[in-house]
T-cell receptor, first 115, second 115 residues
Framework: DAGITQSPRHKVTETGTPVTLRCHQT?????MYWYRQDPGHGLRLIHY???????DKGEVSDGYSVSRSKTEDFLLTLESATSSQTSVYFC??????????????FGQGTRLTVV | AQKVTQAQTEISVVEKEDVTLDCVYE???????LFWYKQPPSGELVFLIR??????QNEISGRYSWNFQKSTSSFNFTITASQVVDSAVYFC????????????FGKGTRLHILP
C-alpha cells in the first residue's frame, strides 16, 4: 500500500473555529491533492500541490487554504469552519502523469463534522 | 474546460447480469488520462484502471472491461456477470497532462447488485 496517512480520521468542531487536516506521505511523490466528498457531488477538488510551496486552487477552494512546506506534508486549513464544510476529506498523491505511474493513491479519508 | 459527466446516478441490477457504467469527458488537451476508481461501502478509493489519450485499445481484466472512444469522448466501464461484491460507487476521472496534473472526478455512479 502507498504510504499516505491522513490525520485526524474523525473530527467534530464548532462553527467558527479553525481546523487543520494533515496529509503525510512517505512516497516522495510530487503531486498532492485535497478532495471533499459529499452526497450527490462526488469528489470535488479543493486544492492541489505540484511541489513544495507550489499550490493551486481546485473547484471548491473558497473557505480553504493549504500549505506545503515539505514534500511529505500537505496541510488543509479551514480558517473558520462552517456547517457547509461538514464532509469527508480525502488526500491523494501521485508522481505525475509524465511518469510511468498508474494511479493516484488515496488516503483513508477524514470525516469532519462542523456543529 | 475539464469536465467529467457520469449521467447514471444509481443503477440496480440482479446478480449475474451485465452492467455498463457510462463516462463522458470534456477536455481541450490532446494528451490526457482517464481513470476509474471504485469506492466500496467501507469507504476507501480503489484504483481500477488508467488509460492515456493515445491508447484507444479496449481493455479487459477478468469480469471488467473498458471501452475508450475518443470520437464520442467516452470511457465506459462494463462489469460482466455482476456479483454482489461489485456493489459500490464507481468514479470516472480525468487528468490533463499539461495542467499540472489536476485530477477531476465525475459525481460517481452508485451500483447495487441484488442477490
Amino acid at each position: 500500500d502507498a504510504g499516505i496517512t491522513q490525520s485526524p480520521r474523525h473530527k467534530v468542531t464548532e462553527t467558527g473555529t479553525p481546523v487543520t487536516l494533515r496529509c503525510h506521505q512517505t512516497e516522495n511523490h510530487r503531486y498532492m491533492y485535497w478532495y471533499r466528498q459529499d452526497p450527490g457531488h462526488g469528489l470535488r477538488l479543493i486544492h492541489y500541490s505540484y511541489g513544495v510551496k507550489d499550490t493551486d486552487k481546485g473547484e471548491v477552494s473558497d473557505g480553504y487554504s493549504v500549505s506545503r512546506s515539505k514534500t511529505e506534508d500537505f496541510l488543509l486549513t479551514l480558517e473558520s469552519a462552517t456547517s457547509s464544510q461538514t464532509s469527508v476529506y480525502f488526500c491523494a498523491i501521485s508522481p505525475g502523469t509524465g511518469t510511468q505511474y498508474t494511479e493516484a493513491f488515496f488516503g483513508q479519508g477524514t470525516r469532519l463534522t462542523v456543529v | 474546460a475539464q469536465k467529467v459527466t457520469q449521467a447514471q446516478t444509481e443503477i440496480s441490477v440482479v446478480e449475474k447480469e451485465d452492467v455498463t457504467l457510462d463516462c463522458v469527458y470534456e477536455t481541450r488537451d490532446t494528451t490526457y488520462y482517464l481513470f476509474w476508481y471504485k469506492q466500496p461501502p467501507s469507504g476507501e478509493l480503489v484504483f481500477l484502471i488508467r488509460r492515456n489519450s493515445f491508447d484507444e485499445q479496449n481493455e479487459i481484466s477478468g469480469r471488467y472491461s473498458w471501452n475508450f472512444q475518443k470520437s464520442t469522448s467516452s470511457f465506459n466501464f462494463t462489469i460482466t456477470a455482476s456479483q454482489v461484491v461489485d456493489s459500490a460507487v464507481y468514479f470516472c476521472a480525468l487528468s490533463e497532462a499539461w495542467r499540472d496534473d489536476k485530477i477531476i472526478f465525475g459525481k460517481g455512479t452508485r451500483l447495487h447488485i441484488l442477490p
